[in-house]
């Protein structure tokens, strides 16, 4: 089955851990070499997330050296990993022995209020790019602002505009509301909330609402389901697999089909749920939601179809 998952984390955590550590070598972390081996996974989006204590003026600095890292890894592990830069780079029907790395970025704090910052990233292979994070940035407010939170900023509509133009996955994961619908309602191309799940099942302000996933479905994105306890359910310590397939349901209930992905937000969060604990254990979904009733195309869709459809309508035509 084509797994494949929209958010990780490991980057920082490579990061942190400096430079005796690579994606093969990596030790308790949520994704590593092997454990994307065992788990089949065929492609995976690493997000570059920039810390707080970069932002202002260090933010595209310490961006830069996770963008380093990304490459560097895929430079070394280059018989297993291949970087995702244009449409049908990845494609289901056909085998490879290589797995997909899509490079995002997770705060537009690393644009420092520039568009030729973010044109910079696209040109160094960046493909996706996480508005905000919880906070307000040039770009915009993340739902970290509470009631108080705008919508996207003169800047931020004009990132959207040219994410559109050069072939960009827009993500709301994080952003505040008013800024989603700020985006949904200017972007020309579909969009996905990368690692978030439905506020109905779990009250925490990063999940979306019903409304909100509707409106994801209808213009042809998707929601990546994310596997943090906190955002799956109201009662995190007992959280497993089961209560991700829960989220998985509703969205299905909600959405349909075409909008549901995977998110796992591995090497992001601090818990996990029993029976997701890393990587190695994704294709546990598989049964679990057999179990309730799902048809195996509709499986292999929310597995990752359907990020997959999105990735290949968004990303640019190879250009030679
Ligand atoms: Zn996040």
């Keep these: 089955m084509f797994i494949f998952d929209a958010h990780a984390d490991t980057l920082s955590v490579l990061a942190e851990r400096g430079e005796a550590y690579d994606l093969g070598t990596l030790k308790d972390s949520h994704v590593n070499l092997p454990g994307m081996r065992k788990g089949g996974l065929k492609a995976q989006i690493f997000a570059v997330y920039v810390p707080k204590k970069y932002c202002p003026g260090m933010a595209l600095h310490a961006a ?60 160094l292979g960046v493909r996706a790019l996480t508005l905000t994070w919880n906070n307000r940035n040039e770009l915009g407010d993340g739902i970290g602002e509470g009631e108080r939170a705008s919508g996207l900023s003169g800047f931020g509509c004009e990132v959207v505009a040219e994410m559109n133009r050069l072939g960009m996955l827009i993500d709301v994961s994080h952003l505040a509301e008013k800024g989603f619908w700020d985006v949904l309602a200017l972007s020309k191309a579909p969009v996905i909330a990368s690692h978030s799940n439905a506020y109905t099942l779990c009250r925490h302000p990063r999940n979306l609402t019903d409304d909100q996933i509707r409106a994801l479905a209808d213009q042809g994105g998707i929601v990546g389901v994310n596997f943090f306890p906190k955002h799956v359910t109201d009662s995190p310590d007992n959280c497993t697999i089961e209560d991700v397939v829960d989220q998985i349901m509703y969205l299905y209930q909600v959405g349909g089909s075409d ?54 309508q968004v990303l640019p035509e190879r250009s030679s």
């Design 64 to 123: 830069l050296k996770m963008v380093d890292i990304f490459w560097r890894n895929l430079e070394l592990y280059h018989e297993f990993l291949m970087p995702v830069l244009c449409r049908n780079d990845l494609r289901p029907g056909e085998y490879s022995p290589r797995i997909g790395c899509l490079l995002s970025i997770e705060g537009g704090e690393a644009l420092e209020g520039s568009l030729a910052n973010l044109r910079i990233l696209f040109r």
């Design 259 to 312: 909008a549901i992905a995977l998110g796992s937000d591995f090497d992001g969060i601090g818990s996990t749920p029993v029976g997701l604990e890393d990587v190695g254990k994704m294709p546990g979904l598989i049964p679990a939601l057999e179990k309730r009733g799902l048809p195996t195309a509709v499986i292999e869709k929310i597995m990752g179809l359907n990020l997959l459809r999105v990735v290949n």
